[in-house]
Every structure is written in structure tokens, then in C-alpha cells.
Nanobody
């Protein structure tokens, strides 16, 4: 079955960096665009970034210049590279794909906490 498993979340100080990873299985990873979302406590889940099958990327304005998204199809993995982290980046980060006829899938999330 389709699975998305995130990792890399941690407690980090403001100004720090983290790299999140999401490994996909149960589908042809390279055939589908991958996305990252985040959800802060008490707020709605919001889109962070997308990487297409051709490795084209789009990033939300709120994190542009600090976050980048990439994928490694050989490893069935999508990454979210986060730099210059701010307290407002604290959230649960989720991996997502819309795998066509297979349906829409979310990972279980990985927690990022930015605090001094």
C-alpha cells in the first residue's frame, strides 16, 4: 500500500537549519509531484512547497529564500531544506502526494520546533 514516512523534525534554535525527508513506497514515486505542508498549533494546514516530476519547484512566499524543496527519485525521497528558521516555523510538517488513480496520501508528520 502507499506510504509516506517523514523524518528529520527536531528542536532547533532560531536561525538554525534542518532537513526533512519523506520516503514514499507502494507507488511509482518518480511519476508524481510531491508536496510539503505544515500545520501550526491551532491553525489550518498550509502548503509549503511542491516539486514536480521534472524537479521544478515552487515555494510559499512565507518561506521563500529560506526553504527549498528537492527530490531524489533513486531513493524515493523528497526533501525540505530549511534554513534561518524562525519561531513561526514551528509546526508539524507533512508530506503529500496525489497519486492519480491510487488516491491522495499524507504522511504521519514530523514535528519542527523552533525555540531558544
Amino acid at each position: 500500500q502507499v506510504q509516506l514516512v517523514e523524518s528529520g523534525g527536531d528542536l532547533v534554535q532560531p536561525g538554525g537549519s534542518l532537513e526533512l525527508a519523506c520516503v514514499g513506497s507502494g507507488f511509482t514515486f518518480s511519476d508524481y509531484r510531491m508536496r510539503w505542508y505544515r500545520q501550526a498549533p491551532g491553525k489550518e494546514r498550509v502548503w509549503v512547497g511542491t516539486v514536480s516530476t521534472f524537479h521544478n519547484t515552487a515555494i510559499a512566499d512565507s518561506v521563500k529564500g529560506r526553504f527549498t524543496i528537492s527530490r531524489d527519485n533513486a531513493k524515493n525521497t523528497v526533501y525540505l531544506h530549511m534554513a534561518n528558521l524562525k519561531i513561526e516555523d514551528t509546526a508539524m510538517y507533512y508530506c503529500h502526494t496525489d497519486a492519480g488513480a491510487l488516491g491522495e496520501f499524507w504522511g504521519q508528520g514530523t514535528q519542527v520546533t523552533v525555540s531558544s
